[in-house]
């Protein structure tokens, strides 16, 4: 990850709404928007959800070693996708990291006493920008 180009790294600090994909018990894909922020030099994704939510149910349902996950986004021409194995944060100083890197990319996020954050250790990286 430390290798990206400043374009991709640039590219994923612009305000875009993205999209997670995570994969059903019934192998079908399950597609929602979200806002995603990238650490590249540590080479990380994070999603700030609700706990119940049904991504969070599909990655705690893959067990120990995480779900494999996608997030995406997209602007005109311009795209990228992180594929990576998934877990769930849910103790205090992953979610208010989580909280912050958020408000810094989109806007303070409302309160949520059951969020959680979906961590996605980057394995690929695949675009065009």
Not at 22 to 38: K, N, S
Not at 103 to 114: D, I, M
């Amino acid at each position: 990850m430390k290798d990206l180009g400043e374009e991709l790294r640039a590219f994923w600090r612009e305000r875009h709404l993205c999209t997670m994909t995570t994969v059903r018990a019934d192998g079908t894909p399950h597609v929602i928007p979200v806002g995603v922020t990238l650490d590249a030099d540590a080479g990380i994704a994070r999603v700030i959800t609700s706990g119940g939510s049904h991504k969070v149910r599909h990655v705690l349902a893959a067990g120990d070693e995480g779900a494999a996950v996608a997030v995406c986004q997209v602007d005109g021409r311009r795209w990228s996708t992180l594929e990576g194995r998934a877990v769930i944060r849910t103790d205090p100083e992953s979610v208010s990291d989580a909280e912050r890197r958020y408000a810094e990319r989109y806007r303070v996020p409302r309160e949520n006493p059951a969020r959680v954050v979906v961590e996605i250790r980057i394995t690929r990286v695949l675009g065009n920008v």
